[in-house]
């Protein structure tokens, strides 16, 4: 199985595509997550989509919007809204926690694979076949 991070920016924009591949894939949903953390003192939250695994193929994509939302708690905004929203809408539970921030990792990569680990750990995404 392959599980991949499909980044599609920071949250401005691009928040209402990864709201329409939640909607377009309502049949393949898995989960709905924001992720909160801190960088340079400023509260960020990241919002992930993550689509059950392919058939055939076994590849899940992760969508991800990553540190570019402020996070709701500190700071209520219209975009993070506008995902919990349609989480509901789409009966599924926004999945919520904090970890680490991406600009601690020498490559962008390593964050992800940090992410993919967590996720596994806490049963999120299945573990590698």
């Not at 928040?15 to 989960?31: D, G, Q, V």
């Not at 809408?89 to 680990?117: D, H, R």
């Amino acid at each position: 199985m392959i599980q991949r991070f499909i980044e599609l920016g920071e949250g401005y924009s691009d928040i209402y595509e990864l709201i329409e591949i939640a909607k377009a894939n309502s049949h393949r949903l898995s989960h709905m997550m924001a992720l909160h953390t801190t960088i340079n003192d400023k509260e960020v939250t990241s919002l992930i989509v993550v689509l059950h695994p392919t058939t055939p193929g076994d590849f899940q994509p992760l969508y991800i919007c990553r540190e570019g939302i402020p996070n709701p708690s500190v700071l209520p905004n219209k975009r993070y809204d506008l995902f919990a929203e349609a989480a509901a809408a789409l009966g599924k539970e926004m999945i919520q926690f904090s970890v680490k921030p991406s600009n601690i990792f020498a490559e962008k990569e390593l964050y992800y694979q940090q992410l993919i680990g967590i996720l596994r750990l806490n049963h999120y995404i299945p573990p590698l076949k």
